[in-house]
T-cell receptor, first 115, second 117 residues
Framework: DGGITQSPKYLFRKEGQNVTLSCEQN?????MYWYRQDPGQGLRLIYY???????QKGDIAEGYSVSREKKESFPLTVTSAQKNPTAFYLC??????????????FGDGTRLSIL | AQKITQTQPGMFVQEKEAVTLDCTYD???????LFWYKQPSSGEMIFLIY??????QNATEGRYSLNFQKARKSANLVISASQLGDSAMYFC??????????????FGSGTRLQVQP
């Protein structure tokens, strides 16, 4: 079945540590996205990529970094510069073809907490 | 200014009744799209329905319909014949610049719907 796989499901970060969240899709989608969700809140865009080797900052990119070396993969690194990383992280993808009504497809998310 | 506003943090509805979840939006772009997603307690985001700014008719998908009032900049989700499995968070989201390359969404803060037996 086609879909988006995020791993791990739960992640704990120590003070001063960088951690990387994995996102893989086999939907052959060009665009991929990372969102952050705080408890009781909506999703906020961290980074997005519309093509391999290219990505743009979203609304809350500070303290995060990404790479897009393969079409299928869009890992997110939460750096030590992100002082409040505890949140639910959702990865999504969408096709770039068509009239624009194609929805984003989401993974099951990663819950990140500080130790 | 908030681009997407959902003014109902929580809603209750009796099973089999209809419920309307409110969403207002703010954009100066003439070409945009509005999406509704459902998020159960497990966390995944499930796409429900889409409305484009140039669509002449209100969108419908099974028990879901969209009450789109362009002049008022509102796109309310109507769920008919509520079921216990409809209990979840519901998010309204907007994509601006349809026809350009950008496909990222701006989300509202969500409405938690609880369906009571």
């Amino acid at each position: 079945d086609g879909g988006i796989t995020q791993s791990p499901k739960y992640l704990f970060r120590k003070e001063g540590q960088n951690v990387t969240l994995s996102c893989e899709q086999n939907l052959n989608h060009d665009a991929m996205y990372w969102y952050r969700q705080d408890p009781g809140q909506g999703l906020r865009l961290i980074y997005y990529s519309q093509i391999v080797n290219d990505f743009q900052k979203g609304d809350i990119a500070e303290g995060y970094s990404v790479s897009r070396e393969k079409k299928e993969s869009f890992p997110l690194t939460v750096t030590s510069a992100q002082k409040n990383p505890t949140a639910f992280y959702l990865c999504a993808s969408s096709t770039d073809r068509g009239p624009g009504n194609q929805p984003q497809h989401f993974g099951d998310g990663t819950r990140l907490s500080i130790l | 200014a908030q681009k997407i506003t959902q003014t109902q943090p929580g809603m209750f509805v009796q099973e089999k009744e209809a419920v309307t979840l409110d969403c207002t939006y703010d954009t100066s772009d003439p070409s945009y799209g509005l999406f509704w997603y459902k998020q159960p307690s497990s966390g995944e985001m499930i796409f429900l329905i889409y409305q484009g700014s140039y669509d002449q008719q209100n969108a419908t998908e099974g028990r879901y319909s969209l009450n789109f009032q362009k002049a008022r900049k509102s796109a309310n989700l109507v769920i008919s014949a509520s079921q216990l499995g409809d209990s979840a968070m519901y998010f309204c989201a907007m994509r601006e610049g349809i026809g350009t390359g950008r496909r990222a969404l701006t989300f509202g803060s969500g409405t938690r719907l609880q369906v009571q037996p």
